[in-house]
């Protein structure tokens, strides 16, 4: 079963981070490291004694399409009241709503064990979260005051409707419409699917933010509005009314995350109230619903990208447990009795540190891109530069952590032997559930595109450099900590830090000349040698944190293993980023 490590977040939330610097400098207002502790050590008592225990049962039972109601597996009811009960949907929301303002890393701490328990319940919380924060940046007051309050309790959940049968990523064909009516409401007709949680019997109302397009709006993304559309009208009193007119379809039946209601959902069809139209209120301005919805989608990616970090946590904890017990063979070396465990075999370790490197790697990007978030709201004068940082790490946060997320649960599987491809195991349902995440909230080839083509030109190129330029300064320590675990550690460092400066810096200048497309055959390729490389230099970091106090012996040897194996592929990936757009448009023949 799992177990939240609280002790890991922390270090990584504090000395790797930042999150201690910025506490000491009064950047996170009346926050300090005791409360971080006991809110930590609460979320994951919840999550290993309420939540873990009912993940299998959601997976087997799956969320339920009953007489035109969505019912929750067993259990899960009343397990999102008492996580609501706890506070826990409010922790950055605001105070004025009922919110505890806290920081953001805080909440994406939390994000990673509420995912490490179940990917699929944490879903219902996380897309509540966006719709908090796009309403409480772009809506009205009268809207503000109408639905945060029960937002911000849990007691009403959000969802984010996007996507169209026709549309996939392509947001400007959306065909969904509304109608303007004098009253300075809007009724909203159409239909619109992967919609999660989009019905469910948790909550007393879902608050759905639909975009949708005005008849007299501009085409593509310029003519796309966004509205909040309630499952349950509000009266003036602030009591539910009467159920407006949207409604579940159906059920997508998936992979994984089973638990987690995924609708079609239709809007207008005059199923319910007097008239055809689901009443909506326009969230932000006309027509620039699409700028209003990527708050939510900013918030969403991150989110995405912890629960890549939190399926590689509890798929690492799973194969470590099971290489420890399970007994086969005589590892080289083995002078015990009988059987060796896996464990003590080679390649079952290479693997298991394999997993606990990008763990934690991961990790380090995620917290790291909270960190920059929460400064960009705090840090006065360098809000630009913490923006910019923030901008930046974002899509390699989703796309970094969501890919290794896949990986360590294969990995997983492949450590369990056989075993791991029997759904009784428990590691099968990792690999399900993550293959999701490189997927939603902009595929990780789209995160790539926007890294290469906003993010990587940000100030000119100076974002990236002056990143660089401190990834530097971590390698620079490692050498000059003369501390014989790091191996040639500094060394690989090095060299995968030059492979990043010259990758970045062919991108930047091809951008420069106008070859977009070649710039975007490495795209990809690019993301993670980034990712690669903020792993390195992230575990030595930590590494180096520890070592003054005799307690780091651990964290150097995995920065060792890291630096002198995984990043051994930084090379092939410079090479792909500058190299490889010839060859990708000589093989385009074989697509015809």
């Given at each position: ?20 610097e910025a506490i000491s400098e009064g ?207 509000v009266n003036d009193d602030g009591s ?353």
């Amino acid at each position: 079963m799992y177990q939240a490590p609280v002790e890991e977040i922390a270090f990584t939330l504090k000395h790797v981070a930042g999150m201690r610097e910025a506490i000491s400098e009064g950047l996170l207002g009346d926050l300090n490291e005791d409360l971080v502790d006991a809110i930590l050590a609460e979320a994951g008592r919840f999550t290993t004694e309420e939540v873990a225990p009912l993940a299998d049962i959601g997976d087997r039972q799956g969320a339920r399409l009953e007489g035109g109601e969505v019912r929750l597996p067993d259990g899960w009811r009343d397990l999102y009241r008492n996580w609501i009960a706890g506070g826990w949907n409010g922790l950055t929301a605001p105070e004025a709503f009922g919110g505890q303002a806290l920081p953001h890393m805080l909440n994406v701490a939390a994000l990673e064990m509420w995912n490490s328990g179940s990917m699929a319940f944490a879903l219902a919380p996380t897309l509540t979260m966006g719709a908090i924060e796009a309403v409480s940046t772009h809506g009205s007051a009268a809207l503000k005051e109408t639905y945060l309050e029960k937002m911000v309790s849990g007691e009403w959940t959000g969802t984010m409707n996007l996507t169209e049968p026709h549309a996939g990523s392509d947001l400007g064909v959306l065909k969904a419409r509304v109608e303007r009516r004098a009253d300075g409401s809007y009724r909203l007709f159409g239909q619109k699917i992967f919609i999660t949680w989009g019905e469910h019997d948790a909550a007393d109302n879902i608050i759905h933010l639909v975009l949708a397009r005005l008849p007299d709006a501009p085409a593509g993304t310029r003519g796309i509005s966004l509205f909040l559309v309630p499952k349950f009208l509000v009266n003036d009193d602030g009591s539910l009314g009467a159920r407006n007119d949207l409604f579940c379809h159906s059920l997508e039946h998936k992979l994984g995350i089973h638990g987690s209601p995924t609708c079609t959902m239709i809007y207008g069809d005059g199923r319910f109230g007097d008239e055809k139209g689901a009443v909506g209120w326009l969230v932000g301005e006309e027509n620039k619903g699409l700028a209003c919805m990527f708050t939510m989608m900013n918030n969403a990616r991150l989110a995405v990208g912890m629960q890549g970090v939190a399926i590689c946590e509890a798929a690492t904890q799973k194969a470590v447990a099971y290489a420890k017990e399970r007994t086969q063979g005589k590892a080289p070396g083995w002078s015990g009795a009988g059987m060796s465990p896996i464990v003590e075999h080679p390649d079952v370790a290479r693997m298991l540190l394999t997993m606990k490197a990008l763990t934690q790697g991961a990790r380090a990007i995620s917290y790291a891109c909270a960190h920059a978030i929460d400064m960009s709201h705090r840090a006065g004068d360098s809000n630009r530069h913490w923006q910019e940082r923030a901008a930046l790490l974002t899509p390699i946060a989703k796309s970094f952590s969501t890919d290794a997320g896949v990986d360590v649960a294969s990995l997983g599987i492949q450590v369990h032997g056989g075993m791991g491809f029997i759904e009784e195991t428990g590691a099968a349902r990792y690999l399900r559930d993550a293959r999701i995440a490189p997927i939603y909230e902009g595929t990780n080839g789209i995160q790539a595109i926007d890294l290469v083509t906003r993010k990587l030109t940000l100030s000119g190129g100076d974002q990236v450099r002056g990143f660089i330029a401190e990834l530097k300064e971590i390698a620079d320590s490692v050498r000059r900590s003369n501390l014989d675990g790091f191996g040639e550690a500094a060394v690989r460092l090095d060299a995968a830090i030059s492979d990043l400066e010259a990758a970045s810096g062919w991108l930047l200048q091809t951008l420069a000349d106008n070859r977009a497309a070649e710039a975007l055959s490495g795209a990809t390729p690019y993301q993670r040698l980034f990712g690669l490389v903020l792993t390195g230099c992230y575990l030595a970091k930590g590494a180096l944190a520890e070592s003054g106090d005799g307690r780091g012996e651990g964290r150097i040897a995995l920065c060792r293993f890291a630096a002198e194996n995984l990043l051994a592929e930084t090379a092939a990936l410079r090479d792909q980023v500058v190299n490889g757009a010839a060859s990708l448009a000589a093989a385009r023949i074989l697509l015809a």
